[in-house]
């Protein structure tokens, strides 16, 4: 006879507990190295770091959730802090609308990519890939090659660096705002179950009637405003936009994904295992940089935890 | 030869890949102030054949309805290594050019390993795979260098020209296609991996070795990424791990296997498509300097190019009378 979990328990994802799990590992391990590891400020410190890479892998759900892929966000992200630290130099109303003018600069990047997956269907990995050229080919001829002059506003700034209530940072807070914001569209709404059922079988999916088109451009609008966004948090955490400042980022998002159980092929995946995901890589990179590990030593390492831990539970079934 | 017209559909995205790239060549040799001399093909060729092998091995994977992202640190890694052991008299420096290709084989192999016993998505596994090899190109070139003992010889001759100017890289990107590419495609493997690509499920039923399928596919494509890192070895004389420069690879030869005709979605195209794809891609970067214009307005074009390509192909999307076949 089998032992059969109480109903809560068998509830929750298989994928999602090892996640939990291995941060919890980590954080111990990393204890074991320094006992600062499990100070209130250190934690905070993280999670605020996290919140960034958080900001990203929402919109990088999304897509993914369609079994599609943004391969744009490196230079959506450039996109979104350049363009909202070029409106702050623009006198008092530029420095107000700063913030939404970056994300629509964002929306719109992302809706071509929608557009061209979902309308003139072509493969995503290759339409995100060549707006993600021409993102980078825009802001390298506005800035000639240089990394802008402009600072970021002053709610930037706030928002990233700032905090309001009780110590915790605001970027945290903006995370679980997106969070909850997120978690409520998955559940609650239609748009949310369409996505599901799109990643499932588009077919399918339009022969009940969703207008699917519609629900795949909006996704990757929304991964593109979402990745302008945290551009525009980095900005403001770094006082200024960077060449090149959304490189290290896409890799980590896929990665913080899927490490939380999303399957890469779409339709299945839940919020939480995502904010596993991303918790785990931003304490994975902290706890090697902290342990003096150089980049080399990083890299390798970080390879391997991610092959080892997808092996433990990221197995396809077998073909029969 | 009546079924010519099949064997042409067949071919139909190399022949538009030549067309493209001879069409740009040709725009590019007669806007370029040097005319059309032996100088101007050997960097050009020099250049492409970096991009061209890349591509070569993303095929091998892509037509299996996989991706390999890590083909571009395969590239970056191969380049530190030989930097080290391209070295020395030419004897002993021919046998690390052996090396060099035997590491990138490994890495190859060690990507289809994963995916097919690992059972792991090819996306993520050669991400993280990826990140494992450009670790160790760091390990081995924290600052961009070579040996002090470095054989500029077989680089020399390698980038050089032979006597009638034909630019030896073309001879040897034409070398690996007879060798490697061609060998393979008229192998029981070499059906096999179109046939995983179509279908896996109706592959898995006919009997057709998948996993051997894969595992050359992934296997070749780390060897022809090394004998990429080898070529850029010898035109730049020395390693450097250079992440982006890693990225960019890998982002480019998949642009360069789709301009080539080589679905994404596994099953159909070529290898040589993707060297053709590839050259163009390289060509649209140069045709910006010979139109005189900024530099600057370089990646932009570049993208723009890339972005209108990639439509191009949504033109059948006119053919189609159902539209269920849409989500196909």
């Given at each position: 006879m089998t032992m059969r979990l109480p109903v809560p328990l068998r509830r929750i994802d298989p994928a999602?507990?090892?996640?939990?799990?291995?941060?919890?590992?980590?954080?111990l391990l990393g204890s074991l190295y320094s006992r600062e590891f499990l100070s209130p400020a250190y934690l905070l410190q993280q999670l605020k770091v996290a919140s960034f890479l958080g900001v990203i892998a929402t919109g990088m759900m999304v897509v993914i959730l369609l079994g599609q892929i943004d391969l744009s966000v490196p230079w959506v992200v450039a996109v979104g802090g350049m363009m909202a630290c070029a409106a702050t130099a623009h006198g008092e109303l530029g420095t107000i609308l700063a913030i939404p003018f970056?994300?629509?600069?964002?929306?719109?990047?992302?809706?071509?990519?929608?557009?061209?997956?979902?309308?003139?269907?072509?493969?995503?990995?290759?339409?995100?890939?060549?707006?993600?050229?021409?993102?980078?080919?825009?802001?390298?001829?506005?800035?000639?090659?240089?990394?802008?002059?402009?600072?970021?506003?002053?709610?930037?700034?706030?928002?990233?660096?700032?905090?309001?209530?009780?110590?915790?940072?605001?970027?945290?807070?903006?995370?679980?705002?997106?969070g909850a914001g997120t978690v409520f569209m998955f559940t609650r709404t239609?748009?949310?179950?369409?996505?599901?059922?799109?990643?499932?079988?588009?077919?399918?999916?339009?022969?009940?009637?969703?207008?699917?088109?519609?629900?795949?451009?909006?996704?990757?609008?929304?991964?593109?405003?979402?990745?302008?966004?945290?551009?525009?948090l980095l900005a403001g955490y770094a006082s200024k936009a960077a060449q090149a400042m959304g490189d290290?980022?896409?890799?980590?998002?896929?990665?913080?994904?899927?490490?939380?159980?999303?399957?890469?092929?779409?339709?299945?995946?839940?919020?939480?295992?995502?904010?596993?995901?991303?918790?785990?890589?931003?304490?994975?990179?902290?706890?090697?940089?902290?342990?003096?590990?150089?980049e080399f030593g990083r890299q390798v390492i970080y390879g391997f935890v991610i092959i080892g831990m997808l092996l433990l539970y990221g197995r396809e079934r077998r073909l029969r | 030869m009546k079924d010519w017209r099949y064997r042409l559909a067949e071919q139909?995205?190399?022949?538009?890949?030549?067309?493209?790239?001879?069409?740009?060549?040709?725009?590019?040799?007669?806007?370029?102030?040097?005319?059309?001399?032996?100088?101007?093909v050997q960097t050009a060729a020099n250049k492409g054949v970096l991009l061209a092998l890349v591509a070569m091995g993303q095929t091998m994977v892509v037509l299996t309805a996989g991706i390999d992202l890590s083909a571009g640190m395969i590239f970056i890694f191969t380049n530190c290594l030989g930097s080290y052991i391209i070295a020395g008299s030419t004897p002993i420096a021919l046998l690390g050019v052996v090396g060099v290709l035997l590491v990138g084989l490994v890495c190859g192999a060690l990507n289809g390993l994963i995916v097919i016993y690992g059972r792991l998505q090819p996306i993520v596994?050669?991400?993280?795979?990826?990140?494992?090899?450009?670790?160790?190109?760091?390990?081995?070139?924290?600052?961009?260098?070579?040996?002090?003992?470095?054989?500029?010889?077989?680089?020399?001759?390698?980038?050089?020209?032979?006597?009638?100017?034909?630019?030896?890289?073309?001879?040897?990107?034409?070398?690996?296609?007879?060798?490697?590419?061609?060998?393979f495609r008229r192998s029981a493997i070499g059906r096999a991996v179109?046939?995983?690509?179509?279908?896996?499920?109706?592959?898995?039923?006919?009997?057709?070795?998948?996993?051997?399928?894969?595992?050359w596919a992934y296997t070749l494509s780390g060897l022809l990424s090394s004998i990429g890192g080898l070529y850029l070895t010898f035109i730049t004389y020395s390693g450097d791990a250079s992440f982006a420069s890693g990225g960019t690879y890998t982002l480019y030869s998949i642009a360069a296997v789709v301009l080539g005709g080589v679905s994404l979605f596994g099953g159909v195209g070529s290898a040589v498509g993707a060297i053709f794809g590839a050259l163009a891609f390289r060509t649209i970067g140069d045709l910006l300097f010979v139109f005189d214009l900024d530099p600057l307005w370089q990646p932009l074009f570049q993208g723009v190019v890339l972005l209108l390509a990639v439509c191009v192909g949504s033109a059948r999307l006119f053919q189609i009378r159902n539209r269920l076949d849409l989500f196909a």
């Open positions: 999602v507990a090892t996640a939990f799990a291995c941060i919890v590992l980590l954080l970056g994300l629509l600069c964002g929306i719109a990047l992302g809706l071509v990519n929608g557009i061209g997956v979902a309308y003139l269907r072509i493969p995503s990995m290759i339409i995100t890939l060549a707006v993600n050229a021409v993102a980078q080919g825009l802001m390298v001829a506005y800035t000639g090659g240089f990394s802008p002059q402009d600072s970021a506003s002053r709610a930037m700034r706030f928002i990233a660096t700032g905090d309001i209530v009780f110590g915790l940072p605001n970027a945290l807070i903006v995370w679980a705002l997106l239609g748009f949310g179950r369409a996505i599901y059922a799109i990643g499932n079988r588009e077919r399918a999916a339009y022969l009940s009637g969703i207008n699917t088109q519609r629900v795949v451009m909006m996704a990757f609008a929304i991964s593109g405003g979402l990745s302008a966004f945290a551009g525009e290290a980022y896409l890799l980590p998002s896929i990665a913080a994904v899927v490490l939380g159980g999303t399957s890469i092929l779409g339709g299945r995946g839940s919020y939480v295992g995502t904010i596993a995901g991303v918790i785990l890589i931003t304490l994975l990179q902290s706890i090697l940089s902290v342990m003096q590990m150089e | 139909r995205g190399t022949l538009l890949a030549l067309a493209i790239f001879l069409f740009m060549f040709v725009v590019y040799v007669s806007k370029h102030p040097a005319g059309f001399t032996a100088n101007v596994t050669t991400i993280a795979t990826g990140s494992i090899y450009y670790g160790v190109a760091l390990w081995l070139r924290p600052q961009p260098g070579n040996s002090d003992s470095f054989n500029s010889d077989i680089a020399d001759f390698m980038t050089g020209r032979l006597p009638g100017g034909v630019p030896v890289s073309l001879v040897a990107l034409f070398v690996v296609v007879l060798v490697v590419w061609l060998p179109y046939a995983t690509g179509s279908s896996e499920v109706a592959a898995y039923m006919s009997g057709v070795p998948i996993a051997r399928a894969k595992f």
